[in-house]
């Protein structure tokens, strides 16, 4: 099934695998200036979509990137958007999330959900970005991956590639930047910590972050 975070500019040979709170707004933004396109970048049939099964396999000549962020400043920023913003994420309540849960209950909420069952703001970035081999090994999809701690320096890089296909892509904008000059780490207890580390142990070491 087409991955509505994965975005296919086949004209451009390029794939864009969009991590929800992981400056996905800015990023599907950017493609929809350089493409030409108008409206909400999250609306629907903005974009050609498509899985990672196949971007890895049907799409696998193309440059396919992706950015992503500490866990722990994810999971926070998540919370504080979607749960604590102006307008809540309706579809956070099957977990029993509401608006006045604490960022404590989400945490608490959010490790007792696997991937597989989870919403796609609190999945992991590993889930996202890998896939899983016959023999269990984690296969990485994409060519290139940013980070939104470095997203400046790491967005001209992907400039500079994609301007080969064609695609001229524009500076990144700054959209739902929620959390900037908040420092999650104030937010967290030991329980909170280990709950983030244990959850998203993958995140953590694939993608080398750390609290």
Known sequence: MPDPNNICLKKYRTVAMC????????????LMDATGRTGNPHGPKKFTYCSKWTA?????KFFTFAFVRNPYARIYSCWKNKVRGDRFHKSFRRFGIGPN?????FVDIVFRWPDSLSEQHFRSQFSELYLVD???H????PDFIGKVETIDCD???VQEVCIKSGLKLPDLGHENHTGAGDDYR????PATRGMVATR???????????F
């Open 19 to 30: 991590i929800p709170k992981c400056a996905n707004t800015s990023i599907k933004r950017a």
């Open 56 to 60: 890895h396999f049907k799409y696998k």
């Open 101 to 105: 849960t604490s960022f404590d209950q």
């Open 134 to 136: 016959i023999a269990k």
């Open 138 to 141: 984690p296969v990485l999809v």
């Open 155 to 157: 967005w001209m890089l």
């Open 186 to 189: 104030q937010h967290y207890n």
């Open 200 to 210: 998203y142990q993958h995140d953590l070491e694939y993608f080398c972050y750390d």
